[in-house]
């Protein structure tokens, strides 16, 4: 595979999630099957954290940041060792 073909795959895995998010419109706004999925994935929780460290500190919405770390931490634990096993094979 190269470093290009790994681009693109991670780009067609990213931006579903992205558009189906709270980033660019309300979830409120979408069909009722889309709004479960925009409110409990990663991007919304990370988006939701952050947004909340802009307004008003970790004490203005805590269940967000600690939900977007949950998900940042989760992620990484169960596709680090994958991604290690990966570039053991290829060195």
């Known amino acids: 595979m190269t470093p290009a073909t790994v681009s693109s795959l991670g780009l067609a895995v990213l931006l579903p999630p992205t ?3 709270n980033i660019f ?8 099957w889309l709004q479960a999925f925009a409110k409990h994935q990663p991007v919304t929780q990370v988006v939701n ?3 909340s460290l802009m307004v008003g500190g970790v ?10 770390l949950l998900w940042c931490a989760g992620m990484l634990v169960i596709l680090a060792p ?10």
């Open 19 to 21: 558009f189906a998010s």
């Open 25 to 32: 419109v309300q979830p409120r706004t979408m069909p009722g």
């Open 49 to 51: 954290g952050a947004r």
């Open 59 to 68: 004490l203005h919405d805590s269940a967000s940041v600690v939900q977007a």
């Open 82 to 91: 994958f991604a290690v096993r990966k570039y053991r094979k290829v060195a």
